[in-house]
């Protein structure tokens, strides 16, 4: 116990150490990096509208969407902040942070210190988001790099990622890299004070939030995404996506239009009256004169093959009784 | 008595405050957080759980982390 004593309040000299340096927070660097991030998603919808990519654009709508979410957070907090300069930071001792170190003891599953790498650690209970299980994290504090951006990382202990991606072990955890989303200006404000305890009870609290407006890969989808016709659980990168309503269909499942080539499910194509394949809602029209759908190659001018042929039946008889009249007439 | 008031929401802060002699967690959190309900947010004294009717003491820290941060992507 005496031992364990001593090395914590090593690693609190330590971080102590690393915090010196540490640069005051800076709000308007956020508001800078948030605005930057708007643009980009406002021109990717852009591009995509202008190409007419529908699922594309509400894909990167929600995205800009939650960007600007987080601006308008961003620009709240900067006017807080602007309040609270007037008044004394809060200043961090080696006491304080082995209090700190003692109180993760107590609040999470598991602590580890490691002195040579300079690593505070410590492990999450279970967590579980929506009826998905995604079991605990280690989330990494990396001391020696605290006034960097982001110096720390979140691991899954016991991995459960989704069906499109190995990397994405919780819906908001890419690569070892948490997206903070708005807890992103208290972590930056509780490493700058030495509040290392409070650090991570902010993390894990975002660990345990679900936010299904801006996922990596939402929980719905966890497990695949389900096929619209034969309901079959589908990876999401092999899902295609009906044209004309959007859902997402499975490959089998999904019918080409014979005049567009575009996807579509059963219910939005409907067979052509004249040959028979499956036309889409868009390309099939109707014969000027029987009303029945066809696709394009089927029809000449407006009139299918069959209403062409009694077309010209009809003119035929037409002509060939008015030759049998001028030949009455005539005798 | 004079209390270290920590708050882990928004932009987050940590400064001193004066409060009366008693006050109680509850008390503390409706003054400074606001009208929003305190069982949605991790309320630490000392770096301890504690209960809504907990008097302070003069040097305590108390510090309010919302359960509902939400990350992104």
């Known amino acids: 116990m005496n031992n364990q004593i001593k090395m914590d309040y090593r690693a609190a000299a330590d971080i102590l150490q690393s915090l010196s340096g540490v640069r005051q927070s ?8 948030s605005v930057m991030q708007c643009r980009r998603w406002q021109q990717r919808l852009e591009s995509a509208t202008r190409r007419n990519w529908p699922t594309a654009a509400k894909d990167t709508a929600d995205r800009l969407r939650g960007a600007l979410d987080i601006l308008r957070m961003r620009a709240s907090h900067a006017i807080d902040d602007l309040h609270r300069r007037s008044q004394s930071r809060l200043v961090p001792t080696a006491t304080s942070i082995y209090r700190d170190l003692e109180a993760l003891r107590s609040e999470f599953e598991g602590v580890a210190i490691d002195r040579a790498k300079q690593k505070l650690t410590v492990q999450t209970s279970s967590i579980t988001l929506e009826d998905v299980q995604l079991g605990s994290f280690e989330i990494h504090l990396n001391w020696k790099y605290i006034q960097e951006t982001s110096p720390f990382d979140v691991t899954a202990v016991d991995p459960h990622p989704p069906a499109s991606s190995a990397s994405i072990p919780h819906p908001h955890v890419r690569d070892d890299s948490l997206c903070e989303g708005e807890g992103s200006d208290a972590i930056r404000r509780a490493l700058s004070d030495g509040r290392i305890y409070d650090f991570f009870c902010i993390v894990e609290q975002i660990l345990r939030t679900y936010n299904a407006g801006s996922a990596y890969v939402s929980l719905s989808d966890w497990d ?17 996506c009906c044209y004309k309503c959007e859902q997402e269909l499975c490959e089998e499942c999904s019918t080409s239009c014979c005049d567009c080539s ?6 939005c194509v409907s067979p052509c009256h004249g040959c028979g394949d499956d036309c889409c809602y868009y390309c099939l029209k109707s014969c000027d004169d029987c009303g029945e759908k066809f696709c394009h190659p089927c029809l000449n001018e407006g009139i299918c093959d069959d209403c062409t042929h009694q077309q010209n039946e009809a003119k035929a008889e037409a002509e060939a009784e008015q030759q049998a009249e001028q030949s009455s007439a005539a005798v | 008595m004079q209390v270290l008031l920590i708050s882990n929401d928004a932009g987050g802060y940590a400064h001193h405050v004066e409060a009366p002699d008693g006050t109680t967690v509850q008390q503390m959190f409706e003054r400074h957080i606001g009208p929003y309900k305190a069982d949605s947010y991790l309320i630490r004294v000392n770096r301890q759980p504690a209960t809504a009717d907990q008097h302070l003491r003069d040097g305590d820290r108390v510090s309010f982390t919302p359960l509902k941060i939400e990350g992104a992507a």
Do not use: I, K, M, W
């Open chain 1, 26 to 33: 800076q709000p308007f660097t956020a508001l800078d990096e």
């Open chain 1, 224 to 240: 695949g995404v389900t096929c619209h016709d034969c309901g079959q659980s589908v990876d999401p990168d092999e899902a295609r």
């Open chain 1, 262 to 267: 575009d996807s579509y499910c059963s219910d």
